[in-house]
């Protein structure tokens, strides 16, 4: 088991920035890739950004991102602290959503998709004004 518990979050106004914390829980060792998705009102899970968090040769620590976000959000890891960070800057109100991170255990099947996912966080909610 992997308990995944976020922060951050909030209300900003538009070109300000924000970032939220995942931090994890149990079974870390066994965490492979985690992934930031969000989803807007009457709108589908989206995906924001991945990090490959286990020591695979080559493709450890490689970031992802969806082209909406790219160039303004960040993702990034602490790994003594088990927490993985996404940094949200120049943010539009088109990103007002809830901010779910997931965690992708023991094999990597990809890191696009929710069904790539084992564990979820809770979710924070992001709001920016315009």
């Known amino acids: 088991q992997v308990q995944l518990v976020q922060s951050g979050g909030g209300l900003v106004q538009a070109g300000g920035s924000l970032r939220l914390s995942c931090v994890a829980s149990?079974?870390?060792?066994?965490?492979?890739?985690v992934g930031w998705f969000r989803q807007a009102p009457e709108k589908d899970l989206e995906f924001v950004a991945a990090?490959?968090?286990?020591?695979?040769?080559?493709?450890?620590?490689?970031?992802y991102y969806a082209d909406s976000v790219k160039g303004r959000f960040t993702i990034s890891k602490d790994n003594p602290k088990n927490t993985v960070y996404l940094q949200m800057s120049s943010l539009k109100p088109d990103d007002t959503a809830v901010y779910y991170c997931?965690?992708?255990?023991?094999?990597?099947?990809?890191?696009?998709?929710?069904?790539?996912?084992?564990?979820w966080g809770q979710g924070t909610q992001v709001t920016v004004s315009s």
């Open positions: 997931a965690s992708e255990i023991d094999h990597f099947n990809g890191y696009l998709k929710p069904s790539d996912y084992d564990y």
């Open positions: 149990g079974r870390t060792f066994s965490n492979v890739v």
């Open positions: 990090i490959i968090v286990a020591p695979f040769q080559l493709i450890a620590g490689n970031t």
